[in-house]
């Protein structure tokens, strides 16, 4: 499974550093947080250094106001046009999305979807809409069809199912899939579904990337699922529609560092780790016992809180470790991959409870709570499609 | 129901005895000068004609490939009411039932060979666009060879052609202990080989633990519905392939069965050859 790069805001120089590091990379550009020229001109950077890009038309909330995507050529509003019935439009857009996809050299197209709050004939229509118009104009590379879920879809099992059902008459080669939910999402069913929707997609041969993802969905590597993509601020990390909305200019940030731990699969925030040092045990916490050039600093001998690491370089660290534990997700068979999550997040746990003996504890975004929904995401997935995935992986 | 001398020489039969009532027809064995031991089947009056006869151009498409061969069929009066016959050929051995009944749980190399031989009965009413929906033990003869042979294509779909329900039907025919629960909303455009495969394998679950996972413990219809609806069937606890594959096909959600009878062709003679492998 591999890791895409989600876009966000000020995200340019980590992607051309990491795609430069890694000596590949697909980003996936992001309307919300580039103008048409930086798009162009990024994509052309992106392409010297051995990057793919994929263009996202981010039409999940048609209503969204914000500056930067209304401005946009292939932007539009299905309340001022009589979308499901004017053709001439849809193809217009879709053409002025051609011409963004053909001028950023994109590896492949994403067919854009409003986002489904349920599954019923009128979100099916838009998506038969979208799908067959595309079918006709996108025909010089493969096509993803946009699956933007609402959480009440996707916490909705026998909806998971209906679009699996109903997939099967999509003219597509993959699928982008879009689930809203919060980071480290704690609902019981929300991954379970997810990894059911991957994997029922999958077993159509179609090819799966899932969008705005955090190491929760490293999981979704026994479903078979191609890639993940994820950024450096939450919201690229999760997906709330409210982001395309103009951001409001009371809201308070509420930033802080946080480093991300591999074998904990969980994030420490800066006190926690000073807490460490002032235990000794500060070394326990490199990743998996070695540090790299990104967090050299906080294993340095000093207290965290007194070095200069800040969001760049945990933002760079995530990306690049999370791009390591992508490509080591998946095994040879499905049994060698889901025992492989089983032993990860076993690990993960056991290591948590062990820094709590140490007196290191991160309540906010540990994983200690998730283990439990991570395993269950394994446990469906070899009792529900287990068999079909054995003989396809 | 005696058949006269006269309808006897008409259909060119002798020696007609009774077999079997069955809902819609009696069933008699027949030797026919042309083809030998033949059954022939008279069609109760006030029957569904529409549904019959779609059932004999099934079987005539279908020309005995692993189901009976129709030799005969046509309009016969008899006491001055006129009936439909059908003349098949007549399959020498048990009806699974019966079969079950005396063996009790069947081994699982068997229940292996007899879902190879449905599973590939399946692919091939696949092929030709058609869903049995209604497999279950009274609708398999278990022949003196050991093959097994699908029967009674009363229900039959024909996926080319329109069908014969009524669509605003809360309920699709069905033997509903037997049927998936697609088959029993009458979903009708999520009926396809899959449910065929559901059904076959929850015959399989029988033979091998010997009584019907959703049937057991009910008191009423209502219940097994709801345990069909909900998926709530007690797993076999064996952990080998064949489990598996009765599993993923017995599953509530058709996306999560084999996607096809094809694929659970190759899936199930996979298994099959394993088997023989472990046993040699």
């Not at chain 1, 120089?13 to 990379?25: D, N, Q, R, S, V």
């Not at chain 2, 699982?108 to 033990?137: G, S, W, Y």
Request: proline letters at 2%; one cysteine or more; glycine letters at 6%.
């Amino acid at each position: 499974m591999d890791l895409y790069l989600q876009f966000g805001h000020g995200m340019m120089g980590y992607c051309k550093e990491l795609i430069t590091k890694w000596g590949e990379g697909t980003v996936i550009l992001s309307p919300r947080d580039l103008t048409g020229d930086q798009t162009k001109k990024f994509s052309k950077e992106l392409s010297s250094i051995n990057g793919n890009t994929l263009f996202d038309p981010q039409y999940y909330n048609p209503r969204a106001d914000h500056e930067k995507l209304t401005q946009w050529s292939h932007w539009f509003n299905d309340f001022d046009t009589a979308l499901l019935s004017d053709t001439n439009y849809i193809e217009g857009r879709l053409n002025a999305i051609k011409n963004i996809n053909d001028y950023c050299n994109t590896s492949a197209y994403i067919i854009p979807s409003q986002i489904c709050e349920v599954v019923d004939r009128f979100w099916i229509e838009s998506q038969n809409l979208f799908i067959d118009k595309a079918s006709q104009l996108f025909f010089d590379k493969e096509r993803y069809s946009t699956l933007a879920l609402s959480f009440d879809v996707l916490t909705d099992e026998k909806s998971i199912e209906k679009i699996i059902d109903i997939s099967e008459k999509w003219d597509v080669d993959g699928y982008y899939i879009v689930p809203e939910g919060q980071y480290l999402e704690d609902d019981s069913y929300w991954l379970i579904n997810l990894a059911q929707l991957v994997a029922g997609l999958k077993l159509k041969n179609k090819k799966v990337i899932i969008g705005y993802s955090n190491h929760q969905m490293l999981s979704l590597a026994c479903a078979n699922a191609d890639a993940i993509a994820s950024g450096s601020f939450l919201n690229v990390r999760s997906f709330n529609a409210g982001k395309f909305d103009k951001p409001d200019p009371n809201a308070i940030s509420r930033r802080s560092t946080w480093y991300y731990c591999p074998q904990a699969m969980s994030e420490y925030g800066l006190r926690a780790l000073d807490r460490a040092f002032d235990n000794k045990v500060i070394d326990k916490l490199k990743p998996y016992g070695k540090t790299n050039e990104y967090v050299d600093i906080l294993f340095s001998g000093a207290r965290p809180t007194s070095v200069k690491f800040g969001d760049r370089l945990a933002f760079k660290h995530y990306l690049n470790t999370l791009k390591q534990q992508c490509l080591l997700a998946k095994k040879d068979t499905f049994e060698n991959t889901i025992e492989h999550h089983q032993k990860l997040s076993d690990y993960a746990y056991d290591f948590i409870r062990r820094l709590e003996v140490d007196g290191v504890r991160e309540r906010n975004r540990s994983f200690k709570d998730l283990v439990d929904l991570y395993q269950d995401v394994l446990f469906k997935l070899k009792k529900e499609r287990g068999g079909l995935l054995k003989r396809q992986w | 129901m005696t058949i006269n001398k006269e309808t006897m020489l008409e259909l060119n039969l002798s020696d007609v005895k009774i077999y079997k009532e069955a809902g819609q027809k009696i069933v008699y064995t027949a030797n026919s000068d042309d083809h030998g031991l033949v059954v022939l089947k008279i069609i109760k009056p006030e029957q569904d004609l529409a549904r019959i006869i779609r059932e004999i151009e099934i079987l005539k498409t279908l020309n005995g490939i692993r189901t009976s061969n129709i030799l005969d069929d046509g309009k016969v009066v008899l006491n001055d009411v006129e009936y439909l016959y059908i003349i098949e050929s007549f399959i020498e051995g048990d009806e699974l039932r019966d079969y079950l009944n005396k063996s009790g749980n069947i081994p699982f190399n068997e229940v292996c060979k007899f879902l190879q031989m449905m599973v590939e009965t399946i692919a091939i009413l696949e092929e030709h666009n058609l869903v049995h929906r209604d497999i279950k033990p009274e609708n398999v003869m278990r022949t003196a060879s050991g093959d097994y042979i699908l029967i009674d294509f009363g229900i039959a779909r024909d996926l080319s052609r329109t069908s014969l329900t009524d669509s605003a039907a809360a309920r699709g025919p069905a033997t509903v202990i037997y049927a998936p629960i697609e088959q029993i909303d009458n979903l009708k455009d999520q009926i396809d080989s899959r449910t065929d495969l559901y059904s076959v394998c929850l015959v399989a679950y029988e033979m091998l633990c010997g009584f019907n996972p959703f049937s057991e413990g009910c008191d009423n219809m209502m219940q097994v519905m709801r345990k069909i609806d909900q998926g709530n069937f007690t797993r076999i606890e064996d952990n080998n392939d064949l489990i598996e594959f009765i599993h993923t096909n017995l599953n509530r959600h058709r996306t999560r069965r084999s996607a096809n009878a094809k694929d659970a062709k190759d899936w199930i003679d996979e298994i099959a050859s394993n088997l023989c492998g472990e046993e040699t």
